[in-house]
């Protein structure tokens, strides 16, 4: 019988096996291309182009270092990182993903860990930065939720809780192409790796 394919060539050459990925299979350059073209709220944002999650990953990154200013180069490496299973599996919007059930999570999971061995970063995170990480995340949100996806701050308060009002000030939300946001993100990525 014949077995399923479960992998998937990268454009670095890589073929990475989705169901047991391993870190020799990572390399940023793809994290940062497939993440550069995946949408944000399915697409559904203002603009000429779709809000990627590689530019929603460096916001994240932003924020947490600014609500946690000590925060050390492997810290704000992982909060870019946050996201950076979706460069092979997407993004879902979180009423799919619940519906979807613990095999999405279960395949983040995974690919999670070993993108975070292939960085040289743990693989289990502490219950601490996974909560400022997202806490940064949930900032992200309503920032894009209210900039670029036409909620209201009303409407955005209620799903990812308020936000300060000196965030809201001193953040917008970039909108680049993708090209742009994968040097950016492939910039910072490299800039962290090499203070660690």
Known sequence: MLQNRAWQRMLSGRRLDLLDPTA???EVEDIAHGLAFV?????QTIGSFPYSVAEHSLLVEKIFTSLNPKATPAQRLIALLHDAPEYVI???ISPVKASVGPGY???DKRLAAA???R???STTIPVALK???KKADKVSAWLEATQLAGFSKLEADKLFGKVNEKIMRELKVVLRPP???RQEFMRQHANLLSKI
């Open 119 to 121: 960085f040289g970063l």
């Open 24 to 26: 020799v299979d990572i």
């Open 105 to 107: 999570d279960e395949l």
């Open 131 to 133: 909560k400022q990480i």
């Open 115 to 117: 993108i975070h061995m």
């Open 90 to 92: 997407g993004d879902m």
């Open 179 to 181: 090209v742009e946001v």
């Open 39 to 43: 949408a944000r709220w399915n697409g």
